[in-house]
């Protein structure tokens, strides 16, 4: 890395310690790839009852960047000539269904990889630790809820990944773990790249915590279903997640052809007005010289980000293991963006709304994890948001006081306080001009 470039780094890698102090995040490790170099360092503890420094060879959950992985193993297959990206599902998983026939019959690869299913995509079943638990998984779909027509809105889906990850199987004869080590992990050199727990404890790894009354409280279970693994299992430390986006780069091994790396990166669909374009498994926002490939990842207690700015060859990437990680990741991908690229993320901006503007969106919306009701109160609105399927974890999420929440553009609202701070929502109209869904989130919540 070039003298000046290191020197950008080291300023702000100092500036970490302090936002995670601040933010009360146990531990984060983070890094930056650029001009073929690889910069990195960890700071904090592991786990707040049995402390070890977190450093840049510590394992985090990467939690939902393990979709893309999903996606490019996909990619390689395609290659192989053993699947279409357009083919029903039911070509290869002939016994596939949800509550919803039009979807079961008619739901694609693409449907899968870009949240474009419209069923229940959140519905952690615990199926095991076998070999089967993939199959178990999604041979239990069949009432998962139709939310939305197949194809018609993006919602984010954990549960379409899953189906994408028993396809891997079907097609690869062995477990959907041994097909990412085969396919991707080995390739690539990512020798500190798991999925089991068992691997996983010969090597310094961080815990899940949640920020409560000023302590860290450790969470638990440590891992999700393995049944979900092709939606959110990975474990890596910072240089095997770089690693693996400077091949999306095309800096790393020539594990796909350049117009398969193309179809991965380019925008599909739609996703979020805020944000911009679905890819095959990546998120895709900007354009030119500020075209951003990026994906978040979230599990109980860990967090996760990768962006990729192409135009420049730089990747970053950091993983934290409390609660308030995501506002620290945004902290570090503003500052490396800004100085490295030149770009400078915007922030939505409150507008001034009338009682009348506001009181269309008041209505309850319900989901498949929550349900969000929005109230007008002394001619501002107020959101009540209540868990009612949480993440799979050992203690309940605790009931929360109603937040401040404000437009910030065309049927869009921003939360102002509490701990949903900073998350954004959408409106989906009817045509006849009516609010059918609030996107909060990313997943779609009907209105009741």
Known sequence: MAKDDQAKFQAI???VE?????????GATFGLYVGGETSSGGVGVTHARNPLPVTDETIFQIGSITKTVTATAMMRLLEQGKLDLRAPVRNYLPAFRVSDEDASGGVTLWHLLTHRAGWAGDVFSDTGMNDDAAEKYVAGMGEFEQLAPLGTHFSYNNSGFCV??????????GSYESAIRDLVFEPLGMAKSFFFPHQIMLHRFAVGHQAADGAAEVLSPWAIP??????????????????????????????LQRASLAELHKPQARSLPYLGFCGLAWMVSGDGVE????????TNGQNALLT????????LAMMTNGDRGPALHDRFNRAVLREFCGIELPKPQVIKSSPEELAQYVGLYTGIMREVELRLENDALAAVIRMTRPWPADHAAPDQPPAAAARCGDDQLLILDGVHKDTRADFIRGDRGEIRYMRFGSRLHGRR
Do not use: S
């Open 13 to 15: 890698a100092e500036q």
């Open 291 to 298: 075209r951003r490939l990026w994906h978040t990842g979230g």
């Open 308 to 315: 990729l700015v192409p135009q420049f060859k730089l990747a």
């Open 226 to 255: 393995r049944g979900m693994n092709a939606a959110g299992g990975i474990c890596c430390d910072i240089q095997d997640l770089l690693r693996y986006g400077a091949f999306h780069l095309g800096d790393g091994a020539p594990l």
């Open 164 to 173: 994408a990850g028993r396809l891997i199987e079907v097609l690869t004869g």
């Open 18 to 26: 302090g936002w995670r102090v601040e933010l009360d995040v146990p």
